[in-house]
């Protein structure tokens, strides 16, 4: 990883409709994605103090020798010589994009983990890569700030399930300075990203429209678009979450130190439900405050911060999951908000590093110590486990269409592992 590195931009043009009517065309997100990308930086600094490495570090000791760990991955992809942060997979084809610290974006095949593509346009580290909702673009993103997007073009009209009749071209490129987070919008070509300063921008293609929405003077950590595809709500490192409305550009709600229910422990990420106006947030000090677009309604004191939150696609039975550092599952009933159930815990130092719903009823959490665990959210019951990486895994996304799931790992690496079972 590289020193003074800072955040970073997308792009692409020729719609020539206003911004300001950017709300009207953006629809309520897929129930398939959860919360922007946005503990990119944070898992940086901890690489970077040795948190990771040494998760024991407040007892002392040294982790004592490891047996080798059993591999459950149907593919190990090891082009990358240092730790991978992010990774995507094409929604319609066999492709995938993986970028680490290397400074390199890397597009393959997830059957045989043939390169089709290398990126190095980028200097620094890479955090960010995704797919837009239908794969005709691939933004990449670094902690500089530089944002490179690209159009992916057939060669040919034949079917092209490998991405092997696919050729990329540069058709867009920002450098924005520090950014934590990149994303596209889960339902229409919208780039999204946070910035350092806490602005929020917004860029819409292929015309490459612009609009900013306005910080606190803070770095924004997180976002996640409302159900209804209008609204969106972030949160800030001094402990500040706002709820924003797009066609606006105006804060509807804000938490901030004027509310007894702010942050006080800086806050770490959003999610919103995709079914209702109901929103979470979680803070270092493990506080989980529960909102409706009106306000906060209710909050929870843990013991640990919180590493990840996400809403269950489920309409029959309204349910989120939070997940700690200290590797804490909770399973909360959101029509209440009050605790639901606590899962199986993942094992004896090991922490939460991301988390996902891959079914109504499925939650996946990837660890500090390389596992990915799933759970039926309805007993808290664990139904697998996938083995294979070495180290703390930083993200990882799932193709329902084959029951295939992506992840990459500060052990160089990205595996790809099919998923055994569904909690149905």
């Known amino acids: 990883m590289h020193e003074n590195t800072p955040p970073r931009a997308p792009e692409i043009g020729d719609d020539e409709e206003e911004l300001n009517d950017l709300d009207d065309e953006i629809p309520s997100g897929d129930e398939d994605d959860q919360e922007m990308e946005l503990t990119s930086d944070e898992y940086v600094e901890r690489i970077s103090s040795g948190s990771y490495d040494d998760y024991d570090e407040n007892t002392g000791e040294q982790d004592s020798p490891q047996s080798p760990v059993p591999d459950d991955s149907i593919l190990t992809f090891p082009a990358h ?8 997979l094409h929604p319609h084809n066999e492709l995938c994009a993986t970028g680490g610290e290397d400074d390199k974006v890397f597009v393959w095949s997830r059957n045989t983990g043939q390169i089709l ?40 009209s034949e079917p092209d399930k490998d991405g092997g009749n696919l050729v990329f071209h540069k058709v867009w490129e ?40 306005p910080g606190p003077g803070a770095r924004c950590d997180s976002g996640d678009i409302s159900a209804d595809g209008k609204k969106f709500v972030a949160s800030y490192n001094n402990g500040t979450v706002r709820l924003w409305d797009l066609r606006e550009c105006t804060t509807i709600m804000e938490i901030d130190e004027n509310n007894s229910m702010v942050h006080s422990g800086g806050c770490t990420m959003v999610a919103h439900d995709k079914a209702s106006p109901f929103f979470m947030s979680g803070d270092l000090a493990g506080k989980i405050v529960f909102s409706t677009h009106s306000g906060p309604v209710g909050a929870i004191e843990t013991a640990d911060v919180i590493e990840g939150m996400a809403f269950s696609p489920s309409a029959d039975i309204r349910m989120a999951a939070t997940g700690t550092l200290s590797g804490q599952i909770s399973i909360w009933d959101t029509s209440k908000c009050s605790l639901r159930l606590n899962c199986e815990p993942v094992g004896k130092n ?75």
């Open 174 to 213: 920002y450098s924005m300075g520090d950014m934590p987070w990149m994303s596209f919008h889960p339902a229409t070509n919208v780039l999204i990203a946070g910035s350092e300063d806490g602005e929020i921008y917004f860029w819409r293609f292929p015309a490459g429209d612009c609009k900013i929405l």
């Open 81 to 88: 010589s240092m730790p991978v942060f992010s990774c995507s």
């Open 350 to 424: 090991d922490g939460i590093t991301e988390m996902r719903w891959i079914s109504d009823y499925t939650l996946v959490v990837a660890t500090v110590n390389g596992n990915i665990f799933g759970y039926d959210a309805r007993t808290g019951v664990r139904i697998f486990k996938l083995s294979g990486h070495t180290a703390a895994i930083y993200s990882f996304c799932y193709d329902h269409r084959d029951s295939i799931l992506l992840s990459v790992s500060e052990d160089h690496s990205a595996k790809v592992f099919r998923v055994p079972c569904l909690a149905e």
């Open 117 to 156: 593509y290398e990126f190095t346009e980028h200097k620094d580290t890479v955090i960010d890569v995704h797919f837009n909702r239908d794969g005709t673009y691939l933004a990449t993103a670094d902690l500089a700030g530089d944002i490179v997007l690209h159009k992916l073009q057939k060669m040919s």
